[in-house]
């Protein structure tokens, strides 16, 4: 089993910053991609961002250019840093981690006051 803990997320004011973190423990031989969704009230979950065991990066619209994903594989995280945030960016933040099959954290809040 795996699993995956997020932390980081919280409260901030429209243009601000926030790193989420995502550490995977357990029976680990390899992750494979790791990344992030989000589903904000009353919205389906949508990719964020994802990257894959070689650093090779895919970033939805509307977070290009503000949020960065990287990862250390050696500590089996993926990070997301998020800058220049809007009140649109508000939404619960899930992990997700390929290791044979995929793993979901339980979600950490993230909310952006206007």
């Known amino acids: 089993q795996v699993q995956l803990v997020e932390s980081g997320g919280g409260l901030v004011q429209a243009g601000g910053s926030l790193r989420l973190s995502c550490a995977a423990s357990g029976t680990i031989f390899r992750i494979n991609a790791m990344g992030w969704y989000r589903q904000a009230p009353g919205k389906q979950r949508e990719l964020v961002a994802t990257i894959t065991r070689y650093g090779v990066t895919n970033y939805a619209g509307s977070v290009k250019g503000r949020f960065t994903i990287s990862r250390d594989n050696a500590k089996n995280t993926v990070y997301l840093q998020m800058n220049s945030l809007e009140p649109e960016d508000t939404a619960v933040y899930y992990c997700?981690?390929?290791?044979?099959?995929?793993?979901w954290g339980q979600g950490t809040q993230v909310t952006v006051s206007s």
């Open positions: 997700w981690a390929d290791v044979m099959r995929v793993y």
